[in-house]
């Protein structure tokens, strides 16, 4: 007992640089809430339920922090902050996971089954993530601030967003992976037909871009009337959309007068 609580507090110096010194970190609630817990858990395991509930939530009147005797937390598990922490009574939690404060890791079910999430090892929950359900969070993954999870999320990988999608897998950001892995379902809760769109208007404007160069290169003198041209129709119109310009200019050359090489009149 005192040598895990030795390591819960080295955990803290480590994982947390505002801690200076033994008395500020016996100020923390979520060391406290740790502790109480450590107890209660033990005793839930040895069917005094009663009195297990009743050191929980002295706990959470102490600390803000309500963790269900029945939750299964491994080894270095720190708390940062922790105001607002819920954890369900099915809920595991591995070897060194950081949590911030106003995470909560709660039940869909009413049945009496598994029915709060599995964290993996080295877990990062970010503040005021919402894990949901019998989901697994894999080995060294991050959630964002304020994300919601449903499914679950593999091992090191980075979800955000309300629901959570991945961001980062494997070390390699979404935008970044070929355009069949982003359309395979099977990666998880990206977004698609967000990042197609990105592409989509990332490649049009490489496409103006390269077509603006070959004005120039191919048609230099022509160049500076197209983009004048260009700057007017926009001015008068908004943003025109490039096709739009072209099939205008084409219409006002049918309608202009057609000069030879030496400025005569045909």
Same mark, same amino acid.
């Given at each position: 007992?005192?040598?895990?609580?030795?390591?819960?507090?080295?955990?803290?110096?480590?994982?947390?640089?505002?801690?200076?010194?033994?008395?500020?970190?016996?100020?923390?609630?979520?060391?406290?809430?740790?502790?109480?817990?450590?107890?209660?858990?033990?005793?839930?395991?040895?069917?005094?339920?009663?009195?297990?509930?009743?050191?929980?939530?002295?706990?959470?009147?102490?600390?803000?922090?309500?963790?269900?005797?029945?939750?299964?937390?491994?080894?270095?598990?720190?708390?940062?902050? =922790? $105001?607002? /922490?819920?954890?369900?009574? +099915?809920?595991?939690? !591995?070897?060194? #996971?950081?949590?911030?404060?106003? *995470? &909560?890791?709660?039940?869909?079910?009413?049945?009496?089954?598994?029915?709060?999430?599995?964290?993996?090892?080295?877990?990062?929950?970010?503040? =005021? $993530?919402? /894990?949901?359900?019998?989901? +697994?969070?894999?080995? !060294?993954?991050? #959630?964002?601030?304020?994300?919601? *999870? &449903?499914?679950?999320?593999?091992?090191?990988?980075?979800?955000?967003?309300?629901?959570?999608?991945?961001?980062?897998?494997?070390?390699?950001?979404?935008?970044?992976?070929?355009?069949?892995?982003?359309?395979?379902?099977?990666?998880?809760?990206?977004?698609?037909?967000?990042?197609?769109?990105?592409?989509?208007?990332?490649?049009?404007?490489?496409?103006?871009?390269?077509?603006?160069?070959?004005?120039?290169?191919?048609?230099?003198?022509?160049?500076?009337?197209?983009?004048?041209?260009?700057?007017?129709?926009?001015?008068?119109?908004?943003?025109?959309?490039?096709?739009?310009?072209?099939?205008?200019?084409?219409?006002?050359?049918?309608?202009?007068?057609?000069?030879?090489?030496?400025?005569?009149?045909?």
């Amino acid at each position: 007992m005192f040598k895990t609580v030795r390591e819960d507090i080295q955990t803290i110096f480590h994982k947390d640089p505002a801690a200076n010194t033994i008395f500020e970190v016996l100020t923390y609630a979520g060391l406290w809430a740790l502790l109480h817990h450590r107890v209660a858990h033990y005793l839930y395991k040895k069917r005094f339920r009663f009195v297990a509930r009743l050191i929980s939530q002295w706990s959470r009147f102490l600390t803000n922090i309500e963790i269900h005797p029945g939750a299964q937390i491994g080894r270095r598990f720190f708390i940062d902050h =922790g $105001a607002g /922490v819920v954890i369900g009574e +099915t809920s595991i939690i !591995g070897d060194d #996971v950081l949590m911030y404060h106003q *995470v &909560t890791l709660g039940g869909t079910s009413m049945e009496r089954t598994k029915r709060h999430p599995t964290i993996g090892n080295n877990v990062l929950l970010g503040m =005021g $993530a919402k /894990v949901l359900g019998n989901v +697994t969070i894999g080995d !060294g993954a991050r #959630v964002g601030a304020n994300s919601v *999870v &449903t499914h679950n999320v593999p091992p090191y990988t980075t979800v955000v967003g309300v629901p959570a999608r991945i961001l980062v897998q494997g070390g390699v950001h979404i935008s970044e992976r070929p355009m069949f892995q982003i359309m395979d379902m099977a990666l998880g809760a990206a977004d698609p037909m967000g990042e197609l769109l990105r592409r989509a208007i990332t490649e049009i404007s490489e496409l103006r871009c390269r077509l603006e160069a070959l004005e120039e290169n191919v048609q230099p003198e022509v160049a500076p009337v197209l983009h004048a041209h260009q700057r007017e129709i926009a001015e008068q119109n908004g943003d025109l959309p490039l096709l739009e310009f072209f099939k205008r200019m084409s219409n006002e050359e049918e309608t202009k007068p057609t000069e030879n090489v030496h400025g005569a009149g045909i």
